[in-house]
Nanobody, 125 residues
Framework: QVQLVESGGGSVRAGGSLTLSCVAS????????MAWFRQGPGKERDFVAY????????VYSAATEGRSTISQDNAGNTVYLRINNQKPSDTGKYYC??????????????????WGQGTQVTVSS
């Protein structure tokens, strides 16, 4: 089973930047995708970005494309998410997820099999 531990959340003013980290262990042969999701109060878990671990192919949600970057370290056991020009709508608990993939990864929560505990991000106007 994959273990995921997120960190880097906090409070930031609108327009600021934040980088979240996810340390992963216990990868299986099926683990090919790492992703970030955001869940606001009383809302469903929304896709933010994913990265394919073998070729660094990345996809972003429309809400964050152009101001966010997902990346992984050379060892492949830490995934980062940096969001620039933060907006109050970015507020929520950010979850790191791991799952399978071949040519692409999923953009729905149901695609992913392993989840971290989340890290809270609050953006004030």
């Amino acid at each position: 089973q994959v273990q995921l531990v997120e960190s880097g959340g906090g409070s930031v003013r609108a327009g600021g930047s934040l980088t979240l980290s996810c340390v992963a262990s216990g990868f299986t042969d099926d683990t090919a995708c790492m992703a970030w999701f955001r869940q606001g109060p009383g809302k469903e878990r929304d896709f933010v970005a994913y990265i394919k671990t073998d070729d660094n192919d990345a996809v972003y949600s429309a809400a964050t494309e152009g101001r966010s970057t997902i990346s992984q370290d050379n060892a492949g056991n830490t995934v980062y998410l940096r969001i620039n020009n933060q907006k109050p709508s970015d507020t929520g608990k950010y979850y790191c997820a791991a799952g399978p993939g071949v040519s692409r990864c999923g953009v729905t929560a149901g695609w992913y099999t392993d989840w971290g505990q989340g890290t809270q991000v609050t953006v004030s106007s």
